[in-house]
């Protein structure tokens, strides 16, 4: 077992010198006291994949292989009851060029910010080093001999979910056992004895432990051969996290029009300011589960399945046996909208939504009733403004949308974006002057 403590370099290495590898590859390598060096090899668990499909410009329409009689996403189940006065399908007309200036901006933007080999590379790779120095060297101290269980780093959110940017941060779950709850003081030991360890890399700078309600590591890691760097976050046994990551990693591959779409939803309530829940506005889970239901359930044909309906069994796997690679299901979409269309159908969905009647659901790709998902709620003061139900602990994951005034300025901007996009049917008019 190699001994970690006299760590002293951390950076990119094309020759590396025990013979692992038989070409020159860019890998992480730690370098020790006497002058040797290590190879880091892939972790077993989860990693993003290794390559990005092409995006072709223009319209993006990509059925996957049809299957007969499969549900579309908002099959009824048995039982359900009849969803009257909810907000009607929106079906569109034959595209024209002016939403294809939308969908050509969108492309564009999607081009130009979608995350580089290199970046999708360092975060990969150091994640695998941070593991293999957990393990090796405080493995033994975090699991108790009785736990037959094996430590597992994870990257979650939109480094592995498909909706990252160039420079969106690394999100990095540890999980110890995911059927034993770790308390805040267990958390927190486990997290002092992890920034120890990472103490000794030079690449990191910036550590810090935040002891709050769910406690995590920060730090910032600088990109071999570059200036530039990007932020981390690490915390401990967050199963949700890694399910949901799994979730919308595989919407995101059922449909590029999704990535897309999910890119320029991104750019422009960053811009307007109601993309960050520590401001009372709409987090980018959120929006990701409100763009996935859209394409669900309130576009004609759908643009998606309902992936708890058609493959249950997936997101009920062991997290060790997760993986970005899983092909997605069998499925056809009749749905040739553009990306321009789409994107202008979202906001005009969302500003005329009956927030304080329905919960959005895409879990079962239909609105669920509020008052009957708030009287079903352990904690009932959580579905205030806006209710999205998460999909895997029912939880509100727009929670943070709880100030009045906060949402009514949310509603405010998707409706002024959308009456302004509808009219000059150019993206950048609602992304250079906030509303």
Known sequence: M?????????????HMPNGNFSQPSRAFVVRHQYGHQVSVPLIPTWSIPRSLPPIPAGIMSIPIVPTADRQRGVKRQHGQESQENQPKRRSFPETDAAHERITRAITDHFHRYRPPPEIV??????????FKM???????????PEQAV?????MVGSTTNGFGTRTSDLDLCLMINEHFEFDKDDSIEILRRIRTLLRNIVALRNIQLIPARVPILKFVCTIPRSRDSFECDLNIN???GIRNTHLLNMYSRLDTRVQLLMLAIKRWARFQDINDASKKTISSYSYSLMLIFYLQAAV????????????PEEFSKSLNALSPDTPPPAWITLNNSSTGELFLGFLEYYHQFSFDKWCISARTASLLKKEEVM???????QWKCMSIEEPFDVSNTARSVYDDLVF??????????????????????????PF
């Open 408 to 433: 009514q300025r949310i509603l405010r901007v998707f409706r002024r974006s959308y009456e302004t996009l509808s009219k000059t049917r150019v993206f950048e008019t609602i992304v250079t002057d």
């Open 375 to 381: 009287a079903n709620s352990n904690d009932p003061r």
């Open 134 to 144: 957990i393990r090796e060297s405080i493995g033994s101290v975090i699991l108790h």
């Open 121 to 130: 590379e360092t975060k990969r790779n150091l994640t695998n080093t941070i």
């Open 300 to 311: 004609s044909p759908p643009a998606l399945p309902c992936l708890h309906h058609i493959c």
């Open 150 to 154: 094996d430590l597992g780093l994870f």
């Open 238 to 240: 967050n199963p949700v």
């Open 2 to 14: 190699n001994n970690y403590s006299n760590l002293l370099y951390f950076g990119i290495n094309h």
